[in-house]
């Protein structure tokens, strides 16, 4: 059975987190900063998708935030540019 996944986080990092989940501009990004902080206080990844979340997501995704918390960082959390639908037309 493989380990589960945990996180742990700095005083500063988490503070960080604890201010985005509070007072992010985009919904997205307080609901990662809340995953995350789940997960850092010992919740495992997969019950944080389908039951701590205010929309239910699929574990693959909240695993998704976690690798790119733990590769990048608070750089990590925004969505990338270029994701999602591209225009029909051209402006």
């Given at each position: 059975?493989?380990?589960?996944?945990?996180?742990?986080?700095r005083e500063e990092e988490?503070?960080?987190?604890?201010?985005?989940?509070?007072h992010a501009p985009q919904p997205y990004l307080r609901e990662r900063a809340a995953a995350l902080l789940?997960?850092?206080s010992?919740?495992?990844?997969?019950?944080?998708?389908?039951?701590?979340?205010?929309?239910?997501?699929h574990p693959e995704t909240v695993y998704i935030w976690l690798n790119r918390w733990e590769a990048e960082g608070f750089d990590g959390l925004p969505i990338r540019d270029g994701r999602g639908r591209k225009p029909a037309f051209s402006p």
């Open positions: 059975m493989p380990a589960r996944r945990t996180l742990l986080l988490r503070q960080e987190l604890e201010y985005l989940r509070a789940l997960i850092a010992g919740v495992p990844p997969a019950v944080v998708a389908r039951e701590r979340l205010l929309v239910p997501r």
